[in-house]
């Protein structure tokens, strides 16, 4: 089935460690978004990518790294520097807007990371 | 980007219909206007968009105001499944960003 794929569901890293998060699809999709997510809260875009080897900074990219070397994968490390690393993330891809100017954006299941 | 406001909560009882409203003066003509929903831990789930006219799919309804500065969602027969929190963005043409606001948070009552 295709579909976008975060991995792992749950992630404990000590304070002062960087932790990577993965995220894959197979939907062929240009565009991939990273998200964070704290309780009670909105979400809020670290970073987003609309091509291979392209990427742009959202509205909370501090502390955090991303690279997109293939198409289908956009990890995101969350580095020391994040002061508050404890949250729920989430990706999601969709296909490229300028072709498509009505396409809607699949999210993954998230990955809950809680730095100790 | 155009912002949208929402609520940020609302009831509704089962079997009714819920109707969201959103806010968003400031939209563009070329910016659509798009419905998602996220269920307590899940990923966020696509609803439905428009750009003027009013639409629906088998989820919900969307009535986008003549004018375009707010919109409504309706779901025309709440479940307890539907409660979850509700974001309503706008797209801006040509830019890859997709900013979410807080959302509406609709609890569907029995």
């Known amino acids: 089935d295709g579909g976008i794929t975060q991995s792992p569901k749950y992630l404990f890293r000590k304070e002062g460690q960087n932790v990577t998060l993965s995220c894959e699809q197979n939907l062929n999709h240009d565009a991939m978004y990273w998200y964070r997510q704290d309780p009670g809260q909105g979400l809020r875009l670290i970073y987003y990518s609309q091509i291979v080897n392209d990427f742009q900074k959202g509205d909370i990219a501090e502390g955090y790294s991303v690279s997109r070397e293939k198409k289908e994968s956009f990890p995101l490390t969350v580095t020391s520097a994040q002061k508050n690393p404890t949250a729920f993330y989430l990706c999601?891809?969709?296909?490229?807007?300028?072709?498509?100017?009505?396409?809607?954006?699949?999210f993954g299941q998230g990955t809950r990371l809680t730095v100790v | 980007d155009a912002k949208t406001t929402q609520p940020p909560s609302m009831d509704c009882a089962e079997g009714r219909a819920a109707n969201l409203p959103c806010n968003h003066s400031t939209i563009s003509g070329n910016e659509y206007v798009y419905w998602y929903r996220q269920i307590h831990s899940q990923g966020p789930q696509y609803i439905i968009h428009?750009?003027?006219n009013n639409e629906t799919n088998e989820m919900a309804s969307l009535i986008i105001t003549e004018d375009r500065k707010s919109s409504t969602l309706i779901l025309p027969h709440a479940t307890l499944r539907d409660t979850a929190v509700y974001y309503c963005?706008?797209?801006?043409?040509?830019?890859?960003?997709?900013?979410f606001g807080a959302g509406t948070t609709v609890t569907v009552r029995a």
């Open positions: 999601a891809s969709s296909i490229a807007w300028v072709e498509f100017m009505n396409t809607e954006a699949f």
């Open positions: 428009g750009l003027k």
């Open positions: 963005i706008v797209r801006v043409r040509g830019d890859y960003k997709l900013s």
